[in-house]
């Protein structure tokens, strides 16, 4: 005998992003570009970290190979997107289940002043990307002594 944990809310949100995906398609919502498909079909976790020198972003991205992910910034914003492919499966004795989701991912970050664009670097490895975002060096401010003329 087999036991199957049921899940009600599973269901609900399971037809919260169907109908999520349907109202942005037709209405033009957020999350759908311009044709009216869909810019992200999930959305990795994400943890940010400010250290003293740098800050540290962290997204679960679990299946993506490292060339399909790109990395981007400009005019201060950091876009982080990629694509999971699906991988084949074949069916055993008539029974399927899929949990893990596939297709496009898109996060962006507003970046404060203190980032070092030009040094921006990202590293992926066990499912987790690394962006690594320097802070750059701060300016003291410098005491300028007023000379008797």
Not at 40 to 64: C, Q, T
Not at 73 to 101: P, Y
Request: aromatic content about 6%; overall charge negative.
């Amino acid at each position: 005998m087999n036991i199957t944990r049921f899940e009600p809310w599973s269901l609900i949100n399971l037809l919260h992003q169907d109908l999520d995906q349907i109202a942005g398609r037709r209405f033009g919502l957020a999350g759908s570009d311009h044709n009216g498909s869909s810019v992200a079909d999930w959305i990795p976790a994400v943890d940010i970290v400010e250290e003293k020198d740098r800050y540290v972003l962290r997204a679960d991205v679990p299946g993506v190979k490292p060339e399909d992910i790109d990395v981007n910034m400009e005019n201060g914003i950091l876009t982080v997107s990629g694509e999971r492919h699906q991988e084949s499966t074949e069916e055993a004795q008539g029974m399927r289940r899929v949990e893990r989701v596939s297709g496009k991912f898109y996060r962006r970050f507003t970046l404060p002043d203190t980032a070092d664009a030009e040094e921006i670097s990202a590293k992926s490895a066990n499912g987790i990307l690394e962006v690594i975002i320097p802070k750059q060096p701060q300016i003291l401010a410098r005491k300028i002594t007023v000379k008797a003329a």
